[in-house]
């Protein structure tokens, strides 16, 4: 299994991610690639920026319909284009 389906995995149970744990889980030291490339394949993920005691880090995290503060601008956009899904 890849580093990258290994991070889908874990945010597909519901958990968030941080770099830290995504390095001691998953040897992934590039999370934000990962998150990047997760994203341009259409996986519903996203950041939020935590402050801790030695700065600034980010929390990433799936959503899941009617979750996320875009989630019915997306579903009234579909909407409005008429998909029909896979032919």
């Known amino acids: 299994m890849t ?3 290994k991070v889908l995995n874990h945010l597909k149970s519901g958990k968030s991610i ?3 744990e995504a390095i001691k889980l998953y040897g992934v030291t590039r999370l934000a690639a990962v998150v990047h490339t997760l994203k341009k394949e259409m996986h519903p993920i996203e950041s939020e920026n935590v402050k801790g005691k030695n700065g ?3 929390v990433y995290k ?3 319909t ?3 503060k875009y989630s019915q601008m ?3 956009m579909v909407s ?3 998909y029909r899904g896979e032919e």
């Open 3 to 5: 580093k990258k389906q």
């Open 18 to 20: 941080t770099s830290m």
């Open 56 to 58: 600034t880090y980010a």
């Open 62 to 64: 799936m959503y899941f």
């Open 66 to 68: 009617g979750t996320h």
């Open 74 to 76: 997306a579903i009234d």
């Open 80 to 82: 409005c284009i008429g």
